[in-house]
């Protein structure tokens, strides 16, 4: 049985800055939040290969990059996720290009691919260890959650049980409205309600604020039963709240545009979707972190 590395990791990046609460002001439709969330880690001691997520959120708007060694070729591209007329666009700048796909279609099938949880707890913890430090201009307060059991996966007609041994150290900044940077994501289907799982009780209880820095440490058993300790850090380098800008999100000039939405073959997209789903469960429950 695998370990699971908490239930940070277990949602996109992109959902982090909503576990911990909700803030009092609501987003202004003139204005994005802008970020940059570094994702690095190690197993046993050797470097896992890092990830950077910048993003912009508007109201109705939202762009998202990726960079990653294994995602070299694709450098620069991003995509934007518009609820107005209701489409994703991937901009891919190496073949200057745009493809145009409806949400609806690509967040139903994100949507089927959550699992659903049954969790065993027998520790479930959470201790203030007091004032962090100062991160990005903000004071912060630092939190460890501990948490032991067995947690049971069912995703169709498959399911898992998977270990759960984790501790989640937190640096969360209280003056930051997170809930203007989560609703959106929300909305638009990019992200579940529930941004804290009802059985993890201990983080339910974190104050209102945004983790700045999150520190995952998991344990556990490799494929030959060997000790294995998964760490993940997750911290935000950068962090604003600016005037909205329609450049943004636009389209490039001069790119072809390859609008996909009413094509047919979205539907043999999503029988062979059905498929990489089922192989994705099967690395969920077999991948530490």
Request: hydrophobic share 40%; with cysteine.
């Amino acid at each position: 049985m695998r370990p699971v590395i908490g239930s940070l990791l277990m949602r996109a990046p992109i959902v982090l800055a909503g576990m911990y609460g909700a803030a009092v002001h609501a987003q202004q439709p003139d204005s994005l939040w802008s970020y940059t969330l570094k994702i690095a880690g190690d197993s046993n001691g050797s470097a896992l290969p890092e990830t950077t997520v910048r993003q912009w959120v508007s109201a109705r708007r939202i762009r998202m990059e990726l960079a990653n060694a294994a995602m070299a070729a694709a450098s620069g591209s991003y995509t934007v996720f518009n609820a107005a007329d209701s489409t994703i666009s991937m901009v891919i700048p190496a073949y200057q290009a745009v493809t145009v796909t409806p949400s609806g279609f690509a967040l139903a099938m994100a949507k089927s691919a959550r699992p659903k949880t049954e969790t065993h707890l027998t520790s479930n913890s959470l201790e203030d260890l007091g004032p962090g430090e100062s991160i990005l201009g903000h004071a912060t307060h630092h939190y460890r959650v501990t948490t032991v059991g067995t947690i049971k996966l069912t995703l169709g007609g498959s399911s898992c049980d998977r270990r759960v041994d984790s501790q989640t150290e937190a640096w969360v900044a209280p003056d930051i409205d997170q809930r203007a940077i989560v609703k959106p994501l929300v909305d638009m289907g990019m992200a579940p309600s529930d941004m804290v799982p009802q059985w993890d009780s201990a983080m339910a209880k974190l104050p209102t604020g945004i983790p700045l820095r999150t520190v995952i440490t998991s344990r556990g058993t490799d494929r030959d039963g060997k000790a294995l300790t998964v760490k993940r850090t997750l911290e935000y380098t950068a962090l604003a709240h600016v005037p909205a800008a329609d450049s943004v999100f636009a389209t490039p000039k001069g790119y072809q545009v390859m609008d996909m939405r009413g094509d047919p073959s979205l539907l043999a997209a999503a029988s062979s979707g059905t498929q990489f789903m089922d192989a994705r469960f099967k690395v969920m429950c077999e991948t530490i972190g």
